[in-house]
């Protein structure tokens, strides 16, 4: 009883304390609101520091630059791509460990395979939903996601690419886009003013300006087309966005940037949209980008040497069979001109070449022992062993023919596939091997048959193409592909995916 009398007392003072305190602070509190709540006096600024009329020239800018911004921004999409990569458990690897290191890739619920997610950039350039973007942005990827500027998400299909240039052309399904016009990067100088557009660190629809910095800056390939130089910012996931002019046309794609820590540092590159353009076309018109060559060697480029001021190209040494072999182009030759165009150096020759359609005849001018020369040759298609292809001897006559492709070891040209009745049966192919896919300068992931003989079966096809797919069935081997190609209904269209150097295309044979 005396313990419960105890309890109950110290509940009472407890409660009574309790009590205390909380008039206390509500006292006290109260006169602080009441302080609080006494009116401050303030006076804002009521007028702009400058008259809007003395900076008129500024507010038009401000309104056009609004006005061109808004007039492009919907043309620019933000490409999500994702790929699949096999899980190989070894001894003493923990998988976590793994994906701890990258923050774009994760699990998925079975654990078996690592799915790598990326973001580019792209521009729509087509009515019918064809879009640019950078090869190295949706090379080798599983699955393409392009979300439009009113955030709707659409699956994309990946029509063609070229990792030579750097270019990707994709197509989205959907009415009403708005495209953008590919300009003339040739009418482009140093100190025009540019907007660079696209998704950097996956914030979309970023707008930065700058101007061009400079022409010809050679590319990382060191053979088609030159970049453009800008000091527009751009920064990783700006790679496939446009570069833009004045007049909201597409002078460039951005692909590149020189950055020591990783973000921009004001030196960013552009693909010329010229020479975008003729990949473009080529790849819709042709199934697959085609590059026209001249067939010539010279030191200068070799030497790492890229004089913008020189006068001319001086001519080292001449590819056998090539359009330049064929106009009697020889060594210690300066060409000056090329189709009508003056050529201060190899960068320009080059981009003019690269322009050209195929078989058109063109006018060299070139000075040869001090005396100007002119001749006539037609550009052709750079042929699959070109960085490999010989040189012509002077001694050779002018015109001479490529030599026929060199077949992989122990290959047999009468070597036919047992079923002449079958849609590929005059198709010679012989395994790809390490060496094979050396020589044909192949990408590491390319898988398939080397074409051997293709003649009778498609002006599309020739030797040295690797044939990938067969109707979408992977082969990998001789014996898959003699397999598969047995099984072929002759009266049927049959679609083979191929790739040429570094250009994958598809191939339609359709039944005769």
């Given at each position: 009883?005396?313990?419960?009398?105890?309890?109950?007392?110290?509940?009472?003072?407890?409660?009574?304390?309790i009590s205390l305190l909380y008039d206390y602070r509500m006292k006290h509190g109260d006169l602080r609101i009441l302080a609080r709540a006494t009116p401050e006096k303030y006076t804002l600024a009521s007028a702009p520091s400058v008259d809007p009329k003395d900076v008129a020239a500024l507010e038009s800018l401000n309104r056009d630059r609004r006005a061109l911004v808004g007039s492009v921004v919907p043309s620019v999409v933000s490409i999500k791509t994702s790929k699949k990569i096999a899980l190989r458990r070894q001894y003493g690897l923990d998988p976590s460990e793994f994906f701890n290191r990258n923050p774009r890739q994760f699990r998925n619920p079975n654990d078996q395979a690592l799915v790598q997610n990326s973001l580019g950039s792209g521009v729509i350039v087509s009515n019918e939903g064809h879009i640019i973007t950078n090869n190295h942005v949706v090379d080798q990827v599983d699955d393409i996601e392009v979300q439009l500027s009113d955030g709707r998400m659409k699956k994309a299909r990946l029509v063609g690419a070229d990792s030579e240039l750097d270019v990707a052309?994709?197509?989205?399904?959907?009415?009403?886009?708005?495209?953008?016009?590919?300009?003339?990067?040739?009418?482009?100088?140093?100190?025009?003013?540019?907007?660079?557009?696209?998704?950097?660190?996956?914030?979309?629809?970023?707008?930065?300006?700058?101007?061009?910095?400079?022409?010809?800056?050679?590319?990382?390939?060191?053979?088609?087309?030159?970049?453009?130089?800008?000091?527009?910012?751009?920064?990783?996931?700006?790679?496939?966005?446009?570069?833009?002019?004045?007049?909201g046309e597409v002078v460039g794609i951005n692909t590149a940037i020189i950055s020591r820590s990783g973000g921009s540092q004001?030196?960013?590159?552009?693909?010329?949209?010229?020479?975008?353009?003729?990949?473009?076309?080529?790849?819709?018109?042709?199934?697959?980008?085609?590059?026209?060559?001249l067939g010539i060697q010279t030191r200068r480029l070799q030497d790492g040497q890229n004089d913008q001021n020189a006068d001319g190209v001086v001519v080292d040494d001449v590819v056998q069979g090539s359009p330049a072999a064929a106009a009697q182009i020889q060594k210690g030759d300066v060409i000056r001109k090329f189709d009508g165009h003056e050529v201060r150096n190899f960068p320009e020759l080059r981009s003019l070449v690269s322009?050209?359609?195929?078989?058109?005849?063109?006018e060299l001018e070139v000075v040869r022992n001090g005396k100007v020369v002119k001749a006539t040759t037609e550009i052709k298609e750079q042929p699959v062993d070109y960085q490999t292809a010989r040189v012509a001897p002077q001694s050779q006559g002018p015109g001479?023919?490529?030599?026929?492709?060199?077949?992989?070891?122990?290959?047999d040209e009468s070597d036919q596939d047992d079923s002449a009745a079958a849609p590929l049966g005059a198709l010679n192919v012989d395994e790809l091997t390490p060496d094979v896919a050396r020589r044909l300068d192949l990408p590491p992931s390319v898988r398939g048959v080397v074409v051997?003989?293709?003649?009778?079966?498609?002006?599309?096809?020739?030797?040295?193409?690797?044939?990938?797919?067969?109707?979408?069935?992977?082969?990998?081997?001789?014996?898959?592909?003699?397999?598969?190609?047995?099984s072929l209904d002759p009266s049927q269209t049959h679609v083979l995916s191929v790739c040429r150097h570094r250009a994958r295309s598809f191939v339609v044979l359709r039944p005769r």
């Open positions: 009883m005396r313990n419960l009398f105890r309890f109950v007392a110290f509940v009472i003072v407890l409660s009574a304390g052309v994709l197509k989205i399904d959907e009415a009403g886009l708005k495209p953008l016009k590919l300009g003339d990067s040739d009418g482009v100088q140093a100190g025009d003013f540019v907007l660079a557009i696209g998704n950097p660190f996956g914030f979309d629809e970023t707008v930065t300006d700058g101007i061009i910095s400079s022409k010809g800056r050679p590319n990382r390939g060191d053979s088609f087309g030159d970049y453009l130089q800008t000091n527009a910012a751009i920064n990783p996931g700006n790679s496939g966005g446009p570069l833009i002019n004045l007049r004001g030196i960013g590159f552009a693909i010329p949209s010229n020479t975008v353009k003729t990949a473009l076309e080529s790849l819709l018109k042709q199934g697959r980008i085609i590059h026209g060559y322009q050209v359609e195929l078989n058109k005849k063109v001479a023919q490529v030599p026929p492709p060199q077949l992989p070891p122990g290959a051997t003989k293709a003649e009778g079966i498609s002006a599309e096809l020739r030797a040295g193409d690797v044939i990938e797919e067969v109707d979408q069935q992977p082969v990998t081997s001789v014996a898959e592909y003699k397999k598969l190609v047995g």
